[in-house]
């Protein structure tokens, strides 16, 4: 049972469902030689992240280890075991390939860019903590099956495909804005430390539908007091 592989080197062509189901396949590296990545290749593959070699000219990956076409304009893989909650999907895309976020266990909240033209068929199924898909006016086409388990489809204007798909097959759907965070708030502003004794700070994304509600602690002066990834000082 391999968690991380390579593919090798001078392999040109990862045929349809190559590595389907492999559930122990956590982390997979893409050389600079394939020139074609079939359908379903890395389907229900327990990913966190997806590398493709820089020198490849076909295929790229984002920072999320995210699989896209070279150019970035179709979205082929979101690695379904990622530990991330919310993916904005980025500008320049127009395509999010078939079942590209099928069975993703941990995302929360999906924001479409406004480039996206097309999302195919069971692009976010049975993503199983899924809140809600934002899906701009600039898409026009959507597969079948796109979402499941409760979540929304959601727009900033109700002149939009989103709405009447989402009323075709019964999908709630709602106006918003476009999910934007804004600030945080923290528990503290100011806190005293005497003898050295930990402070827990906790922050807030706001406002509460933003997509990404991630926070990174940080401290401006080391010397002075240190803060881990979870906002303990």
Do not use: M
Not at 145 to 169: D, L, M, Q, R, W
Not at 173 to 190: P, Y
């Amino acid at each position: 049972r391999e968690s991380a592989y390579i593919i090798p080197d001078g392999v040109a062509t990862l045929s349809d469902n190559s590595f389907e189901n492999c559930r122990d396949l956590t982390s997979v590296k893409i050389p600079a030689s394939v020139i074609t990545i079939g359908e379903g290749v890395f389907f229900n593959c327990s990913l966190e992240f997806i590398t493709v070699d820089s020198a490849n000219q076909n295929y790229s990956n984002d920072e999320h280890g995210v699989l896209f076409t070279k150019d970035k304009t179709e979205l082929i893989q979101y690695p379904i075991n990622s530990k991330e909650a919310a993916y904005i999907i980025p500008e320049g895309t127009l395509s999010v390939k078939a079942d590209a976020f099928h069975n993703a266990g941990n995302i929360e909240r999906i924001v479409v860019a406004k480039s996206v033209e097309s999302i195919e068929a069971n692009a976010f199924f049975l993503c199983n903590k899924l809140e809600f898909v934002h899906i701009p006016e600039s898409v026009t086409e959507i597969g079948e099956k796109i979402i499941t388990n409760g979540a929304y489809i959601c727009s900033e204007s109700e002149n939009c495909f989103a709405k009447e798909y989402a009323a075709a097959n019964q999908i709630p759907f709602r106006i918003c804005g476009n999910h934007a965070a804004t600030g945080i708030t923290l528990s503290d502003s100011e806190i005293e430390i005497t003898n050295k004794q930990p402070c827990q700070l906790t922050a807030v994304v706001v406002p509460d539908s933003a997509a990404d509600r991630s926070i990174e602690w940080s401290s401006d002066n080391t010397a002075v007091a240190t803060v881990d990834k979870n906002g303990l000082v």
